[in-house]
């Protein structure tokens, strides 16, 4: 485009080309265009022809922006989609785990309350126990020992069942406690999934 208005430019300088006001009865004057005039003109053409040019350079260079703008976009919404397609599957996946997580609670809050009851047990025991030994010491001591060997003997059955209860009720508070806090730290974990 640049170079046909660039020819018609030479061609208009060359004098080729003539200007003229028509007349009425449709013939073209014989008078000539100035060269002052053509030059003008083409002055005039060639301004224009230059602005048409940096109008084309400069929104060539602003497509060209653009484009690598889009592209990088594009790269953007593709991560995006990647991370949602990933959060979608993490939160498939935590709605899975909370009904075990949920349901091992349970089981947890189940066993520790059976241990519960259990060391309920063994203390009243315990208690029934010392108070046998305190009645069969009062006993022992009321009457005259048959046998003064056989007394230590049971003495000691007594107090080794006695330890025996004491380590077992240690051993089950414990064990009771761990449970607890691992209750407790289930519980959290499916709290801060909910």
Same mark, same amino acid.
Do not use: W
């Given at each position: ?16 080309? /003539?200007? !003229?006001?028509?007349? +009425?009865? @449709? $013939?073209?004057?014989?008078? %000539? =265009?100035?060269? #002052? ?35 990088? /976009?594009? !790269?953007?919404?593709? +991560?995006? @989609? $990647?991370?949602?397609?990933? %959060? =979608?599957?993490? #939160? ?41 030994? +305190? ?60």
């Amino acid at each position: 485009m640049i170079r046909s208005i660039f020819l018609l430019c030479v061609a208009g300088s060359l004098g080729a080309v /003539h200007a !003229g006001p028509i007349r +009425k009865n @449709g $013939k073209i004057e014989d008078k %000539a =265009a100035s060269q #002052e005039e053509v030059n003008v003109l083409m002055f005039g053409v060639i301004q224009l022809s230059e602005s048409l040019n940096h109008v084309y350079e400069s929104m060539e260079g602003k497509i060209g922006k653009i484009r690598q703008t889009l592209k990088r /976009h594009e !790269g953007t919404l593709l +991560k995006l @989609g $990647k991370q949602a397609e990933q %959060a =979608a599957e993490v #939160e498939k996946q935590i709605k899975e785990v909370i009904p075990l997580l949920k349901a091992q609670v349970a089981t947890q809050q189940a066993q520790t309350q059976m241990m519960k009851d259990r060391l309920n047990g063994i203390e009243k025991d315990e208690v029934q126990l010392k108070t046998k030994v +305190k009645t069969l010491e009062m006993s022992l001591n009321n009457f005259v020992p048959t046998s003064l060997k056989e007394l230590q003997e049971r003495a000691e059955e007594h107090s080794d069942v006695l330890q025996g209860l004491l380590l077992l009720t240690q051993f089950q508070k414990e064990n009771i406690e761990t449970q607890n806090e691992e209750l407790s730290k289930l519980q959290m974990m499916s709290e801060a999934m909910a």
